[in-house]
């Protein structure tokens, strides 16, 4: 995983944390928009590994002399 993806996502993290221990009151809509982000990164993720994976691999020729 790439270093600033990691970073992101454990600030993402710390926040959530920071917030249940602060208290069990917390508005659904914010949930939601945190919950999509991570979807959508998440599925990110996946499309570009399955990219990475059915590349096609580069031939190269090898000269016999």
């Known amino acids: 995983m790439h270093a600033d993806v990691h970073l ?3 600030h993402l993290r ?3 944390l920071r917030r249940e221990a602060a208290g069990p009151h917390r508005p659904r809509r ?3 928009i945190r ?3 991570r979807t ?3 599925w990110s ?3 570009l590994g399955l990219r990475l994976v059915n590349r096609p691999v580069a ?3 090898t ?3």
């Open 8 to 10: 992101t996502l454990h």
């Open 14 to 16: 710390a926040a959530e």
């Open 30 to 32: 914010q949930l939601r």
């Open 35 to 37: 919950t999509n982000l």
């Open 40 to 42: 959508r990164l998440g």
């Open 45 to 47: 993720l996946v499309e």
């Open 59 to 61: 031939r190269t020729r």
């Open 63 to 65: 000269h016999l002399a």
